[in-house]
T-cell receptor, first 110, second 113 residues
């Protein structure tokens, strides 16, 4: 069964304390892995797409990486405004449905 | 700025009422989606549409229907609302050639009493 699992469910960091969020997936033929950011009361906003193992994408303090089984979202020297829920998603093998992980709630303390 | 607009941010309805959630996108996207988001369950796909007049069931279509009469508009219908349909509903759209990148609306929070 196609599945996306994110860990941890929640993460609290001090401002400036770097860390990583994990997304593991089980679709056999990966056709892209997507990271989104969601602020409270809003819809998710697209951050990155990764297509092949070894690929990396960066945006400000965020860097996404991809292996054959998982992706990491690295957050370097985070600021309070980075606090949000980060969602990972992949298209399924069978069709073009996109399935999401349950997300990681990130809270950066000033 | 391209947008997906959901007509209602907050709705309160009573059990048994018929509920319409409207979604309009101005990006000429072919694909449109309805998700619901619940704490601990994440985003779950209700219905999606690849073209006008077309619809496909997602993972949790029971109790819902959809309508896509025009390319830019995708409506979610709850024929007889129930309390377990209290949720955040998110509409999204994407291009056929857009590598499945979704653009989401701000969401509609529905409470069924």
């Amino acid at each position: 069964e196609d599945q996306v699992t994110q860990s941890p469910e929640a993460l609290r960091l001090q401002e400036g304390e770097s860390s990583s969020l994990n997304c593991s997936y089980t679709v056999s033929g990966l056709r892209g892995l997507f990271w989104y950011r969601q602020d409270p009361g809003k819809g998710p906003e697209f951050l990155f797409t990764l297509y092949s193992a070894g690929e990396e994408k960066e945006k400000e303090r965020l860097k996404a990486t991809l292996t054959k089984k998982e992706s990491f979202l690295h957050i370097t020297a985070p600021k309070p405004e980075d606090s949000a829920t980060y969602l990972c998603a992949v298209p399924t093998d069978r069709d073009d449905k996109i399935i999401f992980g349950k997300g990681t709630r990130l809270h950066i303390l000033p | 700025d391209v947008k997906v607009t959901q007509s209602s941010r907050y709705l309160v309805k009573r059990t048994g009422e018929k509920v319409f959630l409207e979604c309009v996108q101005d990006m000429d996207h072919e694909n449109m989606f309805w998700y619901r988001q619940d704490p601990g369950l994440g985003l779950r796909l209700i219905y999606f549409s690849y073209d006008v007049k077309m619809k496909e069931k997602g993972d949790i279509p029971e109790g819902y229907s959809v309508s896509r009469e025009k390319k830019e508009r995708f409506s979610l219908i709850l024929e007889s609302a129930s309390t377990n349909q209290t949720s955040m509903y998110l509409c999204a759209s994407s291009r056929v050639e857009g590598a499945n990148v979704l653009t989401f609306g701000a969401g509609s929070r529905l409470t069924v009493l």
